[in-house]
T-cell receptor, first 108, second 115 residues
Framework: SQQGEEDPQALSIQEGENATMNCSYK?????LQWYRQNSGRGLVHLIL?????REKHSGRLRVTLDTSKKSSSLLITASRAADTASYFC????????FGTGTRLTVIP | DTAVSQTPKYLVTQMGNDKSIKCEQN?????MYWYKQDSKKFLKIMFS???????INETVPNRFSPKSPDKAHLNLHINSLELGDSAVYFC??????????????FGEGSWLTVV
C-alpha cells in the first residue's frame, strides 16, 4: 500500500504552543504533500516537499522529510484556535494516497 | 468562484436506490478524482480520470461508476445503494505541475447516508 500513516491520531494543545505531527509511508516517493481538512469541509493543500529536500517552510508551517526513514513531520508554530483541523500527509505521483490523519485541537 | 463544486452536499436515501453525485471543476484541470472518506476519516481514492484514461481502484464495487460528459465534469453514479456506502464523497481535480507531483483541489464533499 502506498498509504501514509500519521501519528499521533489526535493532538490537543494550548493556543500559542507548537504542534508536531508525523507521517510514515512505505514506498519510494518523488514528493510528499500535507493537506488540512476543517470539520465538514474538503481538504486543502498546505505544502509539498520533494524527495531531494530535507526541510521546507511556509509561514508558520515547517515540514521535514527523511527518506531514509520514510517519514515526514509537520510543525505548526505558535498555534491558533483556527488551526484546529485534521492534517493529512499524501504521497503518490499521479494519484494521491492519504494517511489516516491527525486530528489537531488548539484550545484558546 | 468555487474551483471544484459538487452537488448535492447532503443526500439521504434508502437501500437499493440509485443515486448520482455531480462534480464540476472550473480550473481547467486535466484529471479528476473521486475519493471516499469513511467515518474514521480514512480517505480512499476510488477513481481517477483524464481525457485518456480511467483508473479504477480495484476495491471499488462495480455498483460505482464515474461518468464524464466533458473535461470539466466527473459525475459519480451509484447503483443499488447499501448501508456501507454511507460516507463522505469528495470530488477533486489536478493537473500535472512543474514539480514532481500533483496538487489536488478538493470539493466540499457530499454526505451520503443510506438508511
Amino acid at each position: 500500500s502506498q498509504q501514509g500513516e500519521e501519528d499521533p491520531q489526535a493532538l490537543s494543545i494550548q493556543e500559542g504552543e507548537n504542534a508536531t505531527m508525523n507521517c510514515s509511508y512505505k514506498t519510494s516517493i518523488n514528493n510528499l504533500q500535507w493537506y488540512r481538512q476543517n470539520s465538514g469541509r474538503g481538504l486543502v493543500h498546505l505544502i509539498l516537499i520533494r524527495s531531494n529536500e530535507r526541510e521546507k517552510h511556509s509561514g508558520r508551517l515547517r515540514v521535514t522529510l527523511d527518506t531514509s526513514k520514510k517519514s515526514s513531520s509537520l510543525l505548526i508554530t505558535a498555534s491558533r484556535a483556527a488551526d484546529t483541523a485534521s492534517y493529512f500527509c499524501a504521497t503518490g505521483a499521479n494519484n494521491l494516497f492519504f494517511g489516516t490523519g491527525t486530528r489537531l485541537t488548539v484550545i484558546p | 468562484d468555487t474551483a471544484v463544486s459538487q452537488t448535492p452536499k447532503y443526500l439521504v436515501t434508502q437501500m437499493g436506490n440509485d443515486k448520482s453525485i455531480k462534480c464540476e471543476q472550473n480550473l481547467g484541470h486535466d484529471t479528476m478524482y473521486w475519493y471516499k472518506q469513511d467515518s474514521k476519516k480514512f480517505l480512499k481514492i476510488m477513481f481517477s480520470y483524464n481525457n485518456k484514461e480511467l483508473i479504477i481502484n480495484e476495491t471499488v464495487p462495480n455498483r460505482f461508476s464515474p461518468k464524464s460528459p466533458d473535461k470539466a465534469h466527473l459525475n459519480l453514479h451509484i447503483n443499488s445503494l447499501e448501508l456501507g456506502d454511507s460516507a463522505v464523497y469528495f470530488c477533486a481535480s489536478s493537473t500535472p505541475g512543474r514539480e514532481l507531483g500533483n496538487t489536488i483541489y478538493f470539493g466540499e464533499g457530499s454526505w451520503l447516508t443510506v438508511v
